[in-house]
């Protein structure tokens, strides 16, 4: 199957509008009347599309956190998908999903004078302790999640604008995406897996498969998502797109690394991560930069570290 459906318009990619879901789902039903598409309980091999945040936060200009190229992105993951739609057998989306008022947002911090942090503030544990960043919460708790946080090495605690909150725009799927994972699920006869991850106010989630921290001061604020990685490894090849290359998509990936060198090394084959079809956060405009903050550096080590580990990284017009 080659052809894409009638509806779908590339340049409407970074455009928003309402889900079209009579005209996608008759479209689907149709085809797959026309064309005997099998239901997807019948594939051999099971392949899985695996959406990372594709969500307009990130991938639709004008919002808070877009990131650079996630237009193109969406534009060549669509086409790679709608492609092979006839041979992916499930779909799976993680949703960034916040509130206003979290350690990551301007709301929870506030300076002597009362000022909250602009976006892309670093915070750092000593900052908590000298009191240069006060939060406007708990502050034993703010005090045990950035020394974790700095502990494990990975991130810095860095403030982001408002981005995903639940009931807004932002923190839905990509229209794009959303009539793409409609199409797919009537025409083969299965349901996308939505995954929502960065509900608990106390910890950051950029991997969809667990927090930074899951506890604080002996209290649980996260775990690993079981579940999640069992479904994800019920299905022999897992393609892995979405946004961002240095945040969301490594820390994802990292998980998965972790758990499979554990449990299972050569499941680590079984990860396919389409590289062009997504793209780092800017590194912010700060002269000498952080190397924490080179975030495309970071994303590009990360990619590398993955291919080294035995995962594939591959281009959406690669072979199938």
């Excluded at 639709?60 to 993951?77: H, I, K, M």
């Amino acid at each position: 199957m080659s052809s894409h459906p009638e509806f779908y318009l590339a340049a409407n990619n970074d455009k928003l509008w309402i889900e079209r879901a009579a005209v996608v789902t008759a479209s689907a039903a149709a085809r797959r009347t026309s064309e005997r598409i099998a239901a997807a309980s019948n594939d051999t091999p099971r392949i899985c599309a695996f959406g990372i945040d594709c969500q307009v936060a990130f991938c639709t200009p004008g919002a808070s956190l877009f990131v650079p190229g996630a237009v193109d992105d969406t534009t060549r993951t669509l086409d790679f998908l709608y492609r092979h739609i006839d041979r992916l057998t499930g779909l799976v989306f993680s949703l960034d999903t916040h509130n206003a008022f979290q350690v990551f947002h301007p709301a929870w911090w506030v300076d002597a004078a009362g000022a909250h942090p602009a976006p892309m503030t670093t915070i750092s544990h000593d900052d908590v302790v000298t009191g240069r960043w006060i939060p406007r919460g708990d502050r034993e708790a703010a005090l045990d999640y950035t020394r974790q946080l700095e502990a494990s090495g990975r991130y810095v605690l860095t403030i982001w604008p408002y981005h995903g909150l639940l009931g807004g725009l932002s923190h839905a799927l990509v229209p794009s995406f959303m009539e793409l994972a409609l199409y797919h699920s009537v025409l083969r006869d299965t349901p996308t897996r939505f995954e929502q991850k960065g509900t608990q106010p106390l910890t950051e989630n950029y991997s969809v498969l667990s927090p930074e921290v899951t506890t604080i001061n002996g209290g649980v604020v996260g775990a690993f998502n079981d579940a999640l990685f069992d479904h994800l490894l019920s299905f022999d090849r897992i393609y892995v797109f979405g946004q961002a290359k240095s945040h969301c998509v490594p820390a994802t990936l990292r998980d998965l690394q972790l758990r499979l060198q554990e449990r299972d090394p050569s499941s680590l084959a079984k990860i396919y991560i389409l590289e062009d079809c997504m793209s780092p956060v800017p590194a912010p405009p700060l002269s000498p930069l952080p190397p924490g903050l080179d975030f495309p550096r970071l994303a590009d080590d990360a990619i590398a570290s993955f291919r080294a580990a035995g995962m594939h990284v591959v281009k959406s017009t690669d072979p199938f």
